[in-house]
């Protein structure tokens, strides 16, 4: 990755849910089912997470491993710092700031080889650390078809000419008019999402 990072360039606010491995040995994920806030402090091979059960419990306190398959871990290889705002039943969700399109690609493939799902729920471009949103795309109003030909589209680099139709429709076994279809409609219902609130 890039070392040097300029302040002023525009960053992408990145929400994702990510469903976690049954087996994934995480005080986010081992202690309750569900919390409504979480702060993680990982240094060295150890850390430390707060929940807060969403069913108005105490704090809860736990420390854990730093592992290979740690959010922790794959986040800062990628010099991000994942913020969990949400855990129900194994799914995290979770915000993060990146430099780039392509960044976003390397970290969804890598939490999908550490940690299982991956699902990009928004974008978001930012001005720099302090400034506020200019456009948000909310993929929530998408079908979950549509959802997921945006996702291995944005992902894979079709928009960045990476990768073909015909691959990305192979990927998913659909035809290419199937899956061109499918990411017409998804790119005009967040245009039109765009404008609404633009004007709004």
Same mark, same amino acid.
């Given at each position: 990755m890039?070392? !040097? =990072?300029?302040?002023?360039? *525009?960053?992408?606010r990145?929400?994702?849910? %990510?469903? !976690? *491995?049954?087996a994934w040995d995480c005080p986010m994920v081992t202690e309750t089912e569900s919390a409504t806030d979480v702060a993680i402090n990982a /240094?060295?091979? @150890?850390?430390?997470?707060?929940?807060? *059960?969403?069913? $108005?419990?105490? /704090? %809860? +306190?736990? +420390?854990?491993? /730093?592992?290979?398959?740690?959010l922790c &871990?794959?986040? $800062?290889k990628f010099g991000c710092v994942p &913020?969990?705002?949400? =855990?129900?039943? $194994?799914?995290?969700?979770? !915000? !993060?700031?990146? @430099?780039?399109?392509?960044? #976003?690609r390397e970290l969804v493939d890598a939490l999908q080889g550490s940690? $299982? +799902?991956?699902?990009? #729920? +928004?974008?978001? /471009?930012?001005?720099g650390p302090d400034a506020t949103e200019q456009v948000t795309f909310d993929l929530s109003a998408l079908t979950p078809k549509q959802r997921e030909g945006l996702e291995l589209a944005v992902v894979r680099g079709y928009f960045d000419d990476d990768v073909e139709l015909g691959e990305l429709a192979a990927?998913?076994? %659909?035809?290419?008019?199937?899956?061109?279809?499918?990411?017409?409609t998804a790119q005009a219902k967040l245009v039109t999402d765009v404008f609404d609130a633009v004007g709004a």
């Open positions: 890039s070392g !040097t =990072v300029d302040d002023d360039a *525009p960053r992408l990145v929400d994702l849910d %990510i469903d !976690t *491995p049954e /240094v060295g091979d @150890e850390c430390a997470v707060d929940l807060q *059960p969403a069913d $108005g419990d105490e /704090v %809860i +306190r736990a +420390r854990g491993e /730093v592992t290979d398959d740690c &871990h794959v986040f $800062g &913020h969990v705002q949400r =855990v129900e039943e $194994g799914t995290l969700a979770v !915000t !993060t700031y990146v @430099e780039s399109r392509e960044v #976003v940690l $299982g +799902r991956v699902r990009l #729920v +928004r974008l978001a /471009v930012v001005d990927e998913l076994d %659909i035809s290419k008019s199937a899956l061109s279809q499918r990411l017409r």
